[in-house]
């Protein structure tokens, strides 16, 4: 375990749905992130909060839209998602950006 | 030209062999770079971390540095059938605190 948590582990949902991802982090660290991964295809940075604030958001669609309430616990809402979304979506932190990076178990998102 | 490249093999070594993972970056500037492991169905797992030039070792792992050719690869001495996993390697720009990652190379070590 790596003091990173992500919940739900497996999630399947229509374009039409609403959900949300959780991570939490037990590290007490001051960075967290939120990646995409798809076969065959490098990680792929989406969000990026420090201290709290996002700091980098790399032309995600809209119908991702993160939430950072506390430095430990980042939320990653999604709705009306098209069948290419699906991906394993993973979370990380860092005790300050830039620096080693842990990340959860990942939550595995089929869209239908 | 990607940022951070790597061969995705798959890379096939036997048991108790050297196993040799490379790694080229494209920002001559970066100054840190990573290793993770990822199993199969799993999340990256952080292997080792280097940030100067030359060899960093941690029991059976060995990072290799070198920036003037912008390379850095990873060793895994007496491979073992557990080590077979993709292996991942990231690197953070200059002027950037965000890593990037390559896009992994998969190792399979036969017993």
Same mark, same amino acid.
């Given at each position: 375990?790596?003091?990173? +948590?992500? +919940? @739900?582990?497996?999630?399947?949902?229509?374009?039409?749905? *609403?959900?949300? %991802? *959780?991570?939490?982090?037990?590290?007490?660290?001051?960075?967290?992130?939120?990646?995409?991964?798809?076969? *065959?295809?490098? %990680?792929?940075l989406?969000?990026v909060? $420090?201290?709290?604030?996002?700091?980098e958001?790399?032309?995600?669609?809209?119908?991702?839209? @993160?939430?950072?309430?506390?430095?430990?616990?980042?939320?990653?809402?999604?709705?009306?998602?098209?069948?290419?979304?699906?991906?394993?979506?993973?979370?990380? $932190? $860092?005790?300050?950006?830039?620096?080693?990076?842990?990340?959860?178990?990942?939550?595995?998102?089929?869209?239908? | 030209?990607?940022?951070?490249?790597?061969?995705?093999?798959?890379?096939?070594?036997?048991?108790? !062999?050297? !196993?040799?993972?490379?790694?080229?970056? =494209?920002?001559?500037?970066? /100054?840190?770079?990573?290793?993770?492991? /990822?199993?199969?169905?799993?999340?990256?797992?952080?292997?080792?971390?280097?940030?100067?030039?030359?060899?960093?070792?941690?029991?059976?792992?060995? !990072? /290799?540095?070198?920036?003037? =050719?912008?390379?850095?690869?990873?060793?895994?001495?007496?491979?073992?059938?557990?080590?077979?996993?993709?292996?991942?390697?990231?690197?953070?720009?200059?002027?950037n605190n965000d890593m990037?990652?390559?896009?992994?190379?998969?190792?399979?070590?036969?017993?």
């Amino acid at each position: 375990e790596t003091g990173v +948590t992500q +919940t @739900p582990r497996h999630l399947v949902m229509g374009m039409t749905n *609403k959900k949300s %991802l *959780k991570c939490e982090q037990h590290l007490g660290h001051n960075a967290m992130y939120w990646y995409k991964q798809s076969a *065959k295809k490098p %990680l792929e940075l989406m969000f990026v909060y $420090s201290l709290e604030e996002r700091v980098e958001n790399n032309s995600v669609p809209s119908r991702f839209s @993160p939430e950072c309430p506390n430095s430990s616990h980042l939320f990653l809402h999604l709705h009306t998602l098209q069948p290419e979304d699906s991906a394993l979506y993973l979370c990380a $932190s $860092s005790q300050i950006q830039g620096y080693e990076q842990y990340f959860g178990p990942g939550t595995r998102l089929t869209v239908t | 030209q990607k940022e951070v490249e790597q061969n995705s093999g798959p890379l096939s070594v036997p048991e108790g !062999a050297i !196993a040799s993972l490379n790694c080229t970056y =494209s920002d001559r500037g970066s /100054q840190s770079f990573f290793w993770y492991r /990822q199993y199969s169905g799993k999340s990256p797992e952080l292997i080792m971390s280097i940030y100067s030039n030359g060899d960093k070792e941690d029991g059976r792992f060995t !990072a /290799q540095l070198n920036k003037a =050719s912008q390379y850095v690869s990873l060793l895994i001495r007496d491979s073992q059938p557990s080590d077979s996993a993709t292996y991942l390697c990231a690197v953070r720009p200059y002027n950037n605190n965000d890593m990037r990652f390559g896009a992994g190379t998969r190792l399979t070590v036969k017993p």
